[in-house]
């Protein structure tokens, strides 16, 4: 697994050199060497990883060569790091500018840090030769093909993936549902051929199931020919083509075209359209990998019009969504088995000669747990239930078990097949992928990650690609979505307009990380109790405890470029001072949700720091340091004690993200308070996100210094006054790339005008919290708009009429006396609008509902609605409507919709949800009307 670590320090390597004007003297061609025997190395890592990792590889010395080329890298690393921190501790002074350090390079005597530095790297070009030279005895296969000796297969092993293909009827488990949908898919709907895939991670069952729809009679009895073939990674479209035709002809009785065996792709192509042409056909790709695998096959298998039918099974979403290029596609998202159906199958396995297959009582919890960490993934309950099967039904013996999983996960024979078919998904991953899902093995277990924190984490551990034509962000955003695709990371919590926010992986594929974190060095984590020998390379730490004695190792190592405290207890003073002043390399310091309770003031020392959270902390202050962390590009204060900023702040030119809010329910206007700012904020010019600033800490002055940040997607701005209204529009005006803007003005009653912003082009989200004398002119012209939320802005004017032909609005808030008349109209439109809030709005008695508004409607929230009586007869018409809350409504309203004898009850009879809390007396009762939706 050196491939990880030394494509990354090629890459570093490769920076550096684009960035030459910084090389001293021989400094260059040493580096030059260097790259150019890593490329040479590189080309045969995947035949060197895969035989260093083949458990039954006897050649303990290519395990070794690995082991040296990954230190090796690393060492590369942390040069390319010190040179630059010299670099730049050299040019701040002006007497020692580049060309003076360039003339006296050749007697580096005087200068010791670049002698040993350079010593160093020269030591590193002769030890790369070396290990370069090295690798010729093990006959490496490189990724052209150029050297015959590396084989292609990786170890015999056997493949659950068959045994899938003989399961008898009576072992499925849980398949009914999607059986039943794919039999359908195949046997209705239009004549043309229709592409029919099967999505979802390695053993979810995926070939377990495709063979039992392939199996039924119903099925096969309305085709004229089936087929069922196994893809896998590595294939040739000329074997696929001639297995198919062979199938065909071996279940008609039909005799193969006598050159078959000679013919070449072309041939092959046109004799299986010539066979398929008056067919109606089903064919199943088992196991298909590469996007561009349809390229071929759909040229083989033509669209006859007699109601053909593909089904492709893969982890990919990717290769389905491949077909829509030229086929009708259906993608059946398998899921994992509910809780029940996977209790079902662990007994089945695990009691199959004992108890009838029934779990004794004293096995109850214990077999719950371990059905639990499969997570409804059904080749890992078959593997674990097949493991227990074999083991006496004692709790002593099964205690073993389940206190050591992982441990059996890792050497149990009877688990080897389940862990090589997971790591199959990551295997198959190119090498930047790999760091980027490696990084979910940092967080604890059934941890949810944001998706925002994890995307800046991999820039600033510098894993995501610059394409210089798209944002490092967006990138990042398309790896995560690759990963997802790939069945590899699950999405926990979605938008409403179905962007992902967190993220986990599957608890099993986490076990499975965690050791190639280890085997890698990328990661070691240190948690209570924990009686591991400290990995000196070990380059990133997940910390789990507070213990002197665990703390204390780690700050004895200075590989460490990345830390992360999953321990809320509050951290020793000497850990503190010691760790900050000895970790210069650091990239990544994370103390999200501990209880930090201030930053040392040596934080400046960390040059190469590019990610620091101090979200949900109580740090109070930022020390004046951080003006020297040039390298920064997120600094997150959210939900910290910081009110103050120093001015220091404004020279981090690389910043990208300062979030800075605070929630704080004593803060009337909207339960959140902002941070104050020196002057100079417009140095920050590649800003994306500064959310919230409070504006009257600065006034004009930092109004007209935001105009110079054209970088900004997302900008909170708190305490706005009506006096800045021209000059306000004038910078947010220059803002092309803003996303989302948040404006609070600093008391309810103060006017926000916006009515000189003319277009803001790439705006999604837009919350305005003041008094508005108009709605902006510039809302209808929104065309990307996907929320908006308006507050105190006493509008008299229905705001409806300017908003229902917003193309992509999802989420609308009228809330706290936004609007002030009686009644709100809601004519056609809305087309996409999903969520809808109306909350406290004093006079609002009336509300109409147009025949075709709010066609998408999935839930609505009203809330302090005192003269509001009933509710329009138009709801019933909101057939998406799934979820109502109601709170503090009034008693006739509560009373109108009364499942016993409510005169407006029918209106909500289709929500399958409603919510109504209401007062009674100085308490508050809850209820729910409940109608189950039919399946």
């Known amino acids: ?102 003339k006296i390079f050749h007697s580096v005597k005087t200068l010791m840090p670049l002698r040993q530095l350079a010593y160093e790297i020269q030591d590193i070009k002769s030890s790369v030769h070396n290990i370069k030279e090295g690798s010729k ?37 849980g398949f009914e549902k999607p059986t039943e949908q794919l039999v359908g898919w195949l046997m209705n709907g239009a004549t043309a051929r229709t592409v029919i895939s099967v999505v979802g991670m390695g053993g979810l069952g995926k070939t377990t199931l495709a063979k039992k729809v392939f199996d039924s009679q119903q099925v096969k009895g309305h085709f004229d020919c089936c087929a069922f073939i196994i893809v896998s990674q590595s294939y040739a479209i000329e074997s696929l083509l001639k297995s198919l035709l062979n199938k065909f002809c071996e279940e008609t009785k039909e005799l193969l075209p006598q050159d078959i065996k000679t013919m070449d792709k072309m041939s092959l192509i046109t004799a299986a359209r010539h066979y398929l042409q008056n067919k109606r056909y089903v064919i199943f790709f088992d196991d298909v990998w590469k996007l561009d695998f349809w390229d071929e096959i759909q040229l083989a298998t033509l669209n006859n019009n007699k109601g053909s039918r ?46 009838s297959g029934n779990c004794p009582l004293e096995l109850k919890d214990m077999s719950n747990e371990i059905v639990k960490k499969c997570e409804g993934l059904p080749l890992a309950i078959v593997a674990i239930g097949g493991l227990m ?3 006496d039904k004692t709790v002593f013996e099964w205690s073993k078990i389940c206190q050591n999983l992982s441990v059996e996960l890792e050497r149990n024979p009877h688990l080897t097949s389940l862990t090589r078919i997971l790591c199959l998904s990551y295997d198959d991953l190119p090498y930047y992928l790999k760091s980027c899902i490696l990084y979910f093995g940092i967080y604890p277990e059934d941890y949810s990650i944001r998706c925002t924190r994890l995307v800046r984490q991999w820039i600033a551990e510098g894993f995501v690609i610059n394409q210089e034509v798209k944002p490092l962000e967006e990138v990042a955003r398309e790896y995560l979505l690759e990963l997802i695709h790939r069945s590899l990371v699950q999405v926990s919590k979605v938008d409403y307009d179905g962007k992902a926010l967190s993220c986990r992986i599957h608890d099993l594929l986490r076990e499975i990380i965690i050791r190639k974190m280890k085997d890698l060095s990328f990661c070691r984590v240190v948690y209570e109790g924990d ?46 001072k010691s ?31 590019r990610y620091l959270s101090l979200r949900k902390t109580n740090v109070k202050d930022i020390p004046k340091s951080i003006g020297k962390l040039h390298n920064l590009e997120t600094l997150d204060l959210k939900e910290t004690l910081v009110r103050d900023l120093p001015s220091e702040i404004n020279k981090l030119t690389k910043l990208r993200h300062l979030l800075v809010y605070h929630r704080d329910t004593s803060y009337s206007i909207n339960g959140e308070t902002g941070v104050r700012l020196k002057e100079n904020i417009g140095n920050l010019t590649f800003l994306q996100k500064l959310y919230h600033v409070e504006a009257d800490h600065g ?205 407006m009850y029918w209106v909500i009879q289709h929500v399958q949800m409603v919510s109504i809390r209401e007062k009674v007396g100085p308490n508050y009762r809850y209820r729910t009307i409940c109608h189950p939706k039919e399946v």
Not at 32 to 37: Q, R, T
Not at 536 to 551: E, F, I, M, Y
Not at 584 to 609: A, C, Q, R
């Open 579 to 609: 760790f900050f002043s000895k970790s210069k390399l650091v990239k990544v310091l994370d103390f999200e949700g501990t209880s930090l309770n201030y930053v040392p003031y040596d934080l400046g020392s960390i040059f190469h720091l």
């Open 389 to 391: 099967s074999t083991k």
């Open 699 to 903: 006034g004009f002055n930092l109004i007209t210094e935001l105009r110079k940040l054209r970088q900004l997607r997302k900008l909170g701005l708190k305490n706005v006054k009506m006096e800045y209204g021209n000059i306000l529009c004038d910078s947010i005006q220059e803002m092309n790339c803003l996303e989302t803007l948040y404006i609070c003005s600093i008391t309810e009653d103060e006017t926000i005008d916006l009515q000189f912003i003319s277009s803001l082009p790439q705006l999604r989200r837009l919350h305005l919290f003041g008094r508005l004398e108009k709605f902006p002119n510039c809302i209808p012209r929104l065309e990307y708009l996907v929320r908006l939320s308006i507050r105190f802005s006493k509008l008299k004017d229905d705001p409806l009429k300017s908003l229902k032909d917003l193309p992509n609005l999802m989420r609308l808030s009228i809330s706290g006396e936004a609007y002030v008349g009686e009644k709100l109209h809601f004519e056609v439109g809305f087309q996409k609008l999903k969520r809808l809030f109306l909350m406290n709005l004093s006079k609002l008695s009336f509300i109409v509902l147009d025949n075709g508004t709010l066609p998408a409607l999935e839930r609505v929230n009203m809330m302090g609605l005192p003269q509001l009586k009933e509710l329009p007869p138009g709801f019933h018409l909101l057939q998406n409507l799934e979820n109502m809350y109601l709170t503090d409504m009034s008693n006739e309203f509560n009373k109108s919709i009364d499942p016993n004898d409510g005169p």
């Open 1 to 102: 697994m050196a491939e990880i670590v030394v494509s990354f320090a090629l890459e570093q390597v490769v920076q550096l050199l684009h960035e030459e004007a910084t090389l001293i003297g021989g400094v260059h061609k040493e580096f030059v060497e260097i790259k150019n025997e890593l490329q040479i190395i590189q080309n045969f890592l995947k035949d060197a990883d895969r035989r260093a990792s083949d458990e039954e590889n006897l050649e303990n010395g290519i395990k070794i060569w690995v082991k040296k080329l990954r230190e090796l890298s690393f060492r590369i690393e942390d040069v390319i790091a010190e040179y630059n921190i010299y670099v730049a501790h050299e040019t701040n002074h002006p007497h020692r500018c580049i060309a003076l350090l360039q």
């Open 137 to 173: 005895s093990y006959n490496f296969q490189s990724e052209d093909g150029s050297s015959s000796a590396g084989r292609n297969q990786s170890g015999k092993w056997h493949d659950p993936r068959l045994v899938s293909l003989f399961i008898e009827e009576s072992e499925v488990v």
């Open 531 to 576: 009686q591991q020998s400290f990995d000196a390379t070990a380059r990133r730490l997940a910390v789990a405890t507070t213990s002197n004695d665990a703390l204390r190792s780690i700050t004895q190592h200075t590989s460490i470029r990345s830390m992360f405290m999953f321990e809320a207890s509050e951290l020793p003073d000497h850990f503190m």
């Open 310 to 355: 593909i089904v492709i099974t893969t982890r990919n979403l990717d290769v389905a969504n491949y077909c829509k290029k030229d086929s009708h596609v259906q993608v059946h998202k398998l899921q994992p088995l509910s809780p029940n159906k996977a209790w079902e199958l662990f007994c089945k396995k695990a009691f199959q000669t004992d108890f």
